[in-house]
């Protein structure tokens, strides 16, 4: 392990805003991405269906 | 008579009949060129640095806004169909329309930008190598834009997407050119740059135009 | 070959060595390649939250903080995972384009146009996580260094190649269009970076490479290869689910 405590996990050296930034945009993106898609196919299904 | 030679006087002809429109590229080169000490400011030192650079990608732009009508009025008309069903290769009519283009466009810049130049307070050796790598770079941007021109044949998007699409294939032509330019302002050798942006001359010559003429049958088949 | 007449069969069957050419034909027909690729949907996802979770782990809790860098260049485990894709992606793209242009084959075509938006989206992640990455680092938000000004215009021949086949309406011209564009700029992709790399030394301003990787350690090493697979996986995913999308779509 290389965190002493939560707050040090959070803080990365106080780089915390950059890390984690990049971290949850990126991850974001990602799941957005995916979210987008899977309503594309569903809908597209859905349009087949009828 | 041949083929690119026939397209080529058709479009000498028809584009002095057009001269307003014809020059208009050449206009925006020199408003646009114009804008930067405005809004940079007039010290010539400033002005001395920047000017490579702005006066190869204003030409650049200018080269690209009148290709982007390459072959509408011709599509319009219906002439070009004519072009693809004629017995001459599809490649050498392209290269026709395109030096015609080039003839009419681009070489006014190669002529324009020294005077430019000369107002931006540039030494009279790297007026002269703006010239040259602009003649040499001219023409690239002519293959290149009329690429783009035949892809985007029709389509109501007009010049912005021949511009996005366009834009980065020019990056090297670009770095070379204005870089030659920059070179010799700094006292150093264009020879380098200028030899890669004849290269990219050649290859762009040997390459595009069959690219183009791809392109010109994806849009109208 | 595709059938054009009948979409769901393949002339490829007719001739010899068919059995082993129908496995390959498989892929290449619609209907087939939709029910494929819903199968395989749940493992992808599975294995690119698995492989993203253990790397993230990795690159946490086990490998070390950088001696330069302090804890910033843990960014790396996604920023250069995402350029790796948008740059392979971009050259698979370009691949299938191609194929189905000059084979007529439809499914290629799809497979193109359901690649482009991921890639687009690894090379913008690449540059953001670039650009926060250089701050901490070297102070600024940006810098005109070879290696991202060459992925910026990657982006833009991304966007170039969505703008245009979203601007054709027939997609028969859509996709053929697309293909030569993508086949030209992944034809100028090295003659770009070439030029990229000349124009950056030449201005001794940006010498230093933004986003410079650390020395690397064991770990390191492998939480990013776990990232990259990670990003794999979540492409085959997603470009697979957006496929099938566009397989009922263009049925209509």
Not at chain 2, 194 to 209: N, Y
Not at chain 3, 119 to 143: C, D, E, K
Not at chain 3, 177 to 187: N, S, Y
């Amino acid at each position: 392990m290389n965190w002493p405590s939560l707050e040090a996990f959070l803080y990365m050296g106080g780089h915390g805003l950059y890390v984690w930034g990049s971290y949850v945009l990126t991850i974001g993106l990602l799941a957005a991405e995916a979210w987008f898609v899977l309503r594309r196919q569903r809908r597209a299904q859905q349009e087949g269906a009828r | 008579m041949s083929g690119w030679r026939a397209v080529l006087r058709r479009d000498l002809r028809l584009a002095a009949r057009r001269r307003i429109e014809a020059l208009l590229p050449l206009g925006f080169f020199v408003v646009a060129a114009g804008l930067f000490p405005l809004g940079v400011g007039p010290e010539r030192e400033t002005l001395r640095q920047i000017a490579p650079g702005v006066l190869w990608v204003c030409a650049l732009l200018a080269a690209m806004l009148s290709v982007t009508t390459l072959f509408a009025s011709d599509h319009q008309d219906g002439s070009l169909e004519q072009m693809l069903l004629a017995p001459h290769a599809l490649v050498e009519l392209v290269a026709g329309k395109v030096l015609a283009q080039w003839l009419t466009s681009g070489l006014p810049l190669v002529v324009a930008a020294p005077l430019i130049g000369v107002a931006f307070d540039m030494h009279a050796a790297s007026i002269g190598v703006l010239a040259l790598t602009l003649l040499l770079g001219t023409p690239i941007l002519g293959w290149l834009g009329a690429l783009g021109a035949a892809l985007t044949l029709g389509l109501r998007s007009g010049a912005a997407l021949v511009f996005l699409i366009v834009l980065p294939l020019a990056v090297p032509a670009l770095i070379f050119g204005a870089g030659a330019v920059a070179a010799v302002d700094s006292g150093l050798s264009p020879r380098g740059h200028i030899s890669l942006l004849g290269a990219l001359l050649i290859a762009s010559t040997m390459g595009v135009p069959f690219a183009i003429a791809a392109a010109l049958r994806i849009s109208v088949d | 070959m595709q059938d054009r007449a009948h979409p769901g069969r393949s002339t490829l069957a007719s001739l010899p060595g068919a059995e082993a050419a129908g496995r390959w034909t498989r892929f290449a027909s619609p209907p087939r390649f939709y029910a494929l690729a819903g199968a395989w949907l749940p493992w992808l996802w599975a294995i690119a939250l698995a492989s993203g979770a253990i790397g993230l782990y990795f690159g946490f809790f086990v490998a070390p903080t950088d001696a330069q860098q302090g804890e910033s260049y843990r960014i790396i485990f996604i920023h250069v995972p995402a350029a790796w894709m948008s740059m392979l992606v971009y050259l698979v793209l370009a691949f299938w384009a191609a194929w189905g242009w000059i084979l007529n084959a439809r499914m290629a075509s799809m497979y193109a146009r359901a690649l482009a938006p991921t890639g687009a989206l690894f090379t913008l992640i690449a540059l953001v996580t670039g650009s926060l990455w250089g701050r901490p680092t070297w102070g600024t938000w940006w810098v005109w260094d070879a290696r991202i000004t060459s992925e910026f215009i990657l982006l833009l021949l991304y966007l170039g190649y969505i703008a245009l086949t979203e601007a054709i309406d027939e997609p028969r011209r859509a996709a053929n269009a697309g293909a030569l564009l993508a086949l030209v700029g992944a034809i100028n992709i090295p003659i770009i970076y070439f030029s990229v790399q000349w124009w950056n030394t030449l201005h001794q301003g940006a010498t230093i490479s933004a986003t410079a990787a650390p020395k690397m350690a064991a770990t390191m090493f492998t939480a990013l290869l776990l990232m990259t697979a990670s990003f794999w996986a979540y492409t085959f995913a997603v470009v697979f689910a957006r496929a099938r999308a566009i397989v009922l779509e263009e049925r209509r």
